[in-house]
């Protein structure tokens, strides 16, 4: 498995652009990087997936260097209901499609 | 498209006592997962379902918790007896299982359990 590394929290203001990393430094060949969204007493909610360099969604970016061992969610202009807790995840592409959380990184939106 | 239901979405109990919760995946998901999650950490993946048969109940607590999905659809998922420990929120989700496409996934809202 994957070791994933993420801040715990972080805080920003309405309208700034947030950068949330992951390093997952032993991610295998065939993983994918998928980030979930998760607001007080609601199951999480898909974000975006990426194998490498950039995907971009109506939400938000994904940026993956050419070694995989890191990732990096862009949330643009982010706004308070962008408040939530943030987990990168490595999607175990051989075992049926498992979903391991960690932490994952709790993000503030101050006005 | 309909989401994922679950119920009750809150129960309180004393430990000892026995508590079930209920599934209802997204129509033709033959993937069913129950996750543990407790205040402040990451959900925590207790058993996956393909249709019918169990595909992975490796960090399931058998002596407690049992799960069950007849005829591939719906889902309970009971605990007996029910300890101080087992208070969370327990997430139902279900995926259409394609090989690495995780955004097929839908959590239900989940059931927040107390045991007091």
């Known amino acids: 498995l994957a070791k994933i590394t993420q801040p715990i929290s972080m805080d920003s203001y309405e309208g700034q652009e947030v950068n949330i990393t992951c390093s997952h430094n032993?991610?295998?060949?065939?993983?994918?990087i998928t980030w979930y969204q998760q607001f007080p007493s609601q199951g999480p909610r898909f974000i975006i997936q990426?194998?490498?360099t950039k995907v971009t969604n109506e939400v938000a970016s994904l940026f993956i260097p050419a070694d995989r061992k890191s990732s990096t969610l862009s949330l643009p202009r982010v706004s308070l209901s962008d408040t939530a807790v943030y987990y990168c995840?490595?999607?175990?592409?051989?075992?049926?499609?498992?979903?391991?959380f960690g932490g994952g990184t709790r993000l503030m939106v101050k006005p | 498209e309909a989401g994922v239901a679950q119920s009750p979405r809150y129960k309180i109990i004393e430990k000892r006592q026995s508590v079930a919760f209920w599934c209802n995946p997204i129509?033709?998901?033959?993937?069913l997962y129950w996750y543990q999650q407790i205040l402040g950490q990451g959900p925590k993946l207790l058993i996956q379902?393909?249709?019918?048969?169990?595909?992975?109940d490796s960090q399931l607590p058998k002596d407690r918790f049992s799960a069950e999905r007849l005829k591939g659809v719906d889902s309970t998922l009971k605990i007996q007896p029910a300890k101080l420990e087992d208070s969370a929120v327990y997430l139902c989700?279900?995926?259409?299982?394609?090989?690495?496409?995780?955004?097929?996934?839908?959590f239900g809202s989940g059931t927040r359990l107390t045991v007091v």
């Open positions: 989700a279900s995926s259409l299982a394609v090989q690495g496409q995780a955004y097929g996934y839908t």
């Open positions: 032993n991610i295998a060949t065939n993983d994918y």
């Open positions: 990426g194998y490498k």
């Open positions: 995840l490595v999607v175990i592409n051989n075992a049926g499609n498992m979903l391991t």
């Open positions: 129509s033709g998901h033959a993937t």
């Open positions: 379902f393909q249709n019918n048969g169990v595909v992975d």
